[in-house]
């Protein structure tokens, strides 16, 4: 009865094992989707992986209730772990308003950037430039977008554009960028997150502007904010310095978002797990 005993509590030990090692591989190659690439992806590499490792594991160890419940556990284990949305390496293109001026463009007609610059119209209330603009590489997530050439007069083809296309303000040429990168504060899966926007920086008329003070951002997503999702976003801040020092400043987007391809390196991992399961089962049959 004690050897028996002891024998079940080692093939529970062992299920116990099994079904950890899978859950921490099946975690790390979930992980590393999730950095790659959007949810819909993630979870396509999860679901795929997931029953490629429990058909051949459950052929390689044998079909026991228990190590089919181990497994099971596993895959339960790591079911919420490829609910990443906007990820490193996502780019967020826009597009432009069609209109600009005193009067704020509608909402889904295009993006476009606002300075509360003077009272334009003599009636005692401080008016807001809207300026359209449109993505040149479009904000990507994670890396940093330095721009340079601004100038003096009208675009001319001279500027180094990052994240939009130069456009002009006050008869002098300016480009948005960032001088460290933006990155995701919060996400909660369902297509609303917050970015730090720390970075986000003006180049205008020769010097860059840092425009990071502002909140972080908001973004509203028509899905997760996943690969194909469109989305608004919302940021403002005020100017620290310069010639417009204090005038309220405010950002509105509107585009895509597209998430990078998974590396080949995902598949190779998940391929190669199998084959040495593979071999494996071919040193226990000799």
């Not at 490193?88 to 610059?117: C, E, H, I, K, R």
């Not at 990168?181 to 926007?197: E, Q, R």
């Not at 972080?216 to 403002?236: E, F, H, Q, R």
Request: aromatic share 10%; proline share 3%.
């Amino acid at each position: 009865m004690i050897l028996e005993s002891r024998f079940l509590t080692f093939k529970l030990k062992r299920s116990a094992y099994f079904g950890f090692i899978l859950a921490s591989c099946i975690y790390l190659i979930e992980l590393y989707a999730n950095k790659y690439t959007g949810t819909w992806y993630a979870l396509v590499i999860s679901a795929n992986i997931k029953y490629m490792l429990k058909i051949k594991l459950i052929k390689i160890f044998g079909v026991t209730k228990m190590k089919k419940t181990a497994i099971a556990l596993a895959l339960m284990a790591t079911a919420g772990t490829a609910n990443a949305a906007l990820v490193t390496g996502s780019t967020m293109s826009f597009t432009a308003a069609s209109s600009a001026g005193l009067v704020q463009p509608a909402a889904g007609t295009g993006s476009w950037f606002g300075m509360a610059a003077g009272d334009f119209n003599f009636d005692g209330i401080v008016d807001t430039v809207h300026t359209p603009i449109s993505s040149f590489d479009g904000i990507v997530i994670g890396s940093v977008q330095t721009p340079s050439g601004s100038h003096t007069g009208l675009v001319n083809g001279t500027e180094s554009p990052t994240i939009d296309n130069p456009w002009g303000f006050f008869q002098n040429t300016g480009m948005h960028g960032t001088l460290a990168a933006i990155t995701v504060s919060s996400d909660d899966g369902a297509g609303n997150v917050t970015l730090d926007m720390s970075g986000w920086t003006v180049d205008w008329n020769g010097g860059l502007i840092d425009m990071g003070q502002g909140a972080d951002a908001v973004v509203t997503c028509s899905g997760t904010c996943g690969d194909g999702d469109t989305y608004t976003l919302d940021y403002s801040a005020v100017v620290p310095t310069g010639s417009f020092t204090g005038v309220p400043y405010s950002l509105h987007l509107e585009g895509t978002i597209s998430a990078v391809p998974v590396p080949a390196a995902v598949w190779l991992f998940g391929s190669g797990l199998v084959g040495l399961a593979g071999i494996a089962r071919r040193r226990k049959a000799a």
